[in-house]
């Protein structure tokens, strides 16, 4: 199925993608994993615009580029879609919600000192212990039904555990691949890859013109200190970080905390507000963009801040996907991807121990609300927003007893 939507032109595909990512925007709590899972229910399970092989090796992709590997995983659906205005539509909805939320806690900081405060974020964190559970599950009965798959993902898993770095994802993702590979003489390539048709992006200037978005990205890395200083430290922390939304930490804090331009508490505040509200991680910029001082418009500065954090990693990924999806459905490459996708699980996997385990589940009665909120998920088909809302009062009410 070939999509083309190279026109500027506002359809009702453009308005389904923004309506579509509208809603996750608003309900998908729980990290940029969690996100991963929300997108595969949204998209490859309830209005099936990608197969489970197809959003796999995007998935794959976009956890091998640097920048937010859930925001670019939906700016991808978004431009596979409906072109590259469902892509800017895609990246505004899903977005704007915790943008706002975010703006919104900057003036009202003390609120979550709180005890009920602290609860409602514990019971957020538990609510991403159970959505990322039930995607690992899911993802895993999909990519790893053979046992050499099964092999390259526990391996990846044990490996993240041991060595939690951003290089050894790479290296794990890449081991896969490779192995997979050398033995696809071997591999049994009808399992898990359901592919009847294809979908393709078929943005005609797409192809042509990505040699001249890498072109810009690398350029933008060493012009922008010129032009402007705040712009280039967000820009530049978005392309040079590799495995998602916690680990662009450290490099804010250096840009921004190290030099006193925001106070460590602020910091520390507004990063424990970004992962309980739903939507991307990245979206802290906007909460530090605001407070910056020096400026007269801290709304006109929580706007570059976004725009320029996410910036790079849209600009590699409009790069890098034309080719990658040519190499995907190559029947020679289905089997190292089948091994890459594998290795992602594994990634995934040891996400959900840690960071969200090892923060969701801090006492027994944790793993009971967990327990029910679970079945309620994978087994009852409870709507997310009721689970939110169990996980949340839960908490509430153990914090008043």
Known sequence: MHLNATGLT???????????????????????????????????????????????????????????????VGFSIGLMRAGILGACLAFIA????????????????????????QAVLQGLAILAFVVVSHGVVGMGQSNCSERRYF???????????????????????ALGALIAYVYREK?????????????????????KAAPILGLTFVLLL?????????????????????????????????????????SQADFLAGYGATQAVPGPMFSFAAYLGYLLPGS???????????????????????????????????????????GANAAVVGLLAAALYDPIFVH????????????????GLSRYKVSVLYIVMFCVMSKLFLTIV
Request: some cysteine; hydrophobic content about 55%; proline content about 5%.
């Open 94 to 117: 899903f977005t704007l919600p915790s943008v706002i939320l975010l703006l919104v806690f900057a003036n009202y900081l003390f609120m979550f000192d709180a005890q009920w405060g």
């Open 151 to 173: 092999s390259i993902a526990l391996f990846s898993f044990v490996s993240l555990i041991m060595l939690p770095y951003a290089l050894t994802q790479l290296l794990v993702i």
């Open 360 to 375: 969701a589940i801090t006492q027994p009665l944790d793993i009971a609300i967990a327990a029910v909120a679970y079945a």
């Open 296 to 338: 007269e418009r801290p709304l006109i500065q929580a706007f570059v801040a976004t725009v320029f954090i996410f910036l790079p990693g849209f600009l590699l990924v409009m790069t890098i996907l034309p080719s990658w999806q040519r190499l995907s459905h190559s029947s020679k490459n289905k089997a190292a991807f089948a």
């Open 222 to 262: 060493f012009t922008l200190p010129i032009l402007s200083s705040t712009a280039s430290d967000f820009y530049r922390s978005g392309a040079l970080v590799f495995g998602g939304g916690h680990v662009v930490l450290p490099l804010l804090e250096s840009a921004f905390v190290s030099i006193e331009q925001i």
């Open 10 to 72: 506002i359809s009702m595909r453009h308005l389904e993608v923004f309506w579509v990512f509208l809603k996750l925007g608003c309900t998908s709590f729980g990290g940029p994993i969690a996100h991963l899972v929300y997108f595969r229910e949204a998209f490859v399970h309830q209005r099936k615009w990608l197969t489970e092989y197809e959003y796999s090796n995007l998935l794959t992709l976009c956890q091998t580029l640097p920048g937010p590997a859930s925001s670019q």
């Open 187 to 207: 591999a049994n390539m009808t399992q898990s890859i359901d592919e009847p048709e294809q979908v393709i992006v078929h943005v005609k200037w797409l192809k």
